[in-house]
C-alpha cells in the first residue's frame, strides 16, 4: 500500500530553522514529482514547494522563496523541506504528496495539489515566541 509519512514539525521561535522529512513506502518515488503544501486554520491549502521526479525542476510559492528548500533522494525513497527563517505566517500543517502528473507540467504549474495522487497524514509546524 502506497504511503507518506511527514516528520520533523513541532514548536520553533521566529527566526529559527526546521527541516521536514517525507518518507514513502509501498512505491517508488523515482517516477513520481515530490511537493509540499501547507494548511493553516481556516485558510485554504496551498503549495509550498514541488519538485520534479527526475530533472531537479523546482517551485516555490513566492512567500517562502529563498527561505525554504526542497530536495529529494530517489534511493533513500525520501524527501525534504528545510525552512529557514521562519516567520509566525509559516505556521501550517504541513504535507507531503506524490503524483506523476506534475512531471508534465510546466516548473511552475507543478505545484497544483489535484495534481497529486498520494498524501501523507501532516505535520504540525508552530511559529511563535
Known amino acids: 500500500q502506497e504511503q507518506l509519512v511527514e516528520s520533523g514539525g513541532g514548536p520553533v521561535q521566529p527566526g529559527g530553522s526546521l527541516r521536514l522529512s517525507c518518507a514513502a513506502s509501498?512505491?517508488?518515488?523515482?517516477?513520481?514529482?515530490l511537493g509540499w503544501f501547507r494548511q493553516a486554520p481556516g485558510k485554504e491549502r496551498e503549495g509550498v514547494a514541488c519538485?520534479?521526479?527526475?530533472?531537479?525542476?523546482?517551485n516555490y510559492a513566492g512567500s517562502v522563496k529563498g527561505r525554504f528548500t526542497i530536495s529529494r533522494d530517489n534511493a533513500k525513497n525520501m524527501g525534504w523541506l528545510q525552512m529557514n527563517s521562519l516567520k509566525p505566517e509559516d505556521t501550517a500543517v504541513y504535507y507531503c504528496?506524490?503524483?506523476?502528473?506534475?512531471?508534465?507540467?510546466?516548473?511552475?504549474?507543478?505545484?497544483?495539489?489535484?495534481?497529486?495522487?498520494?498524501w501523507g497524514q501532516g505535520t504540525q509546524v508552530n511559529v511563535s515566541v
Open positions: 519538485i520534479d521526479s527526475s530533472n531537479g525542476d523546482t
Open positions: 509501498g512505491f517508488t518515488l523515482d517516477y513520481y514529482a
Open positions: 504528496a506524490a503524483g506523476i502528473r506534475p512531471g508534465f507540467r510546466a516548473p511552475e504549474d507543478m505545484c497544483q495539489a489535484a495534481l497529486y495522487d498520494f
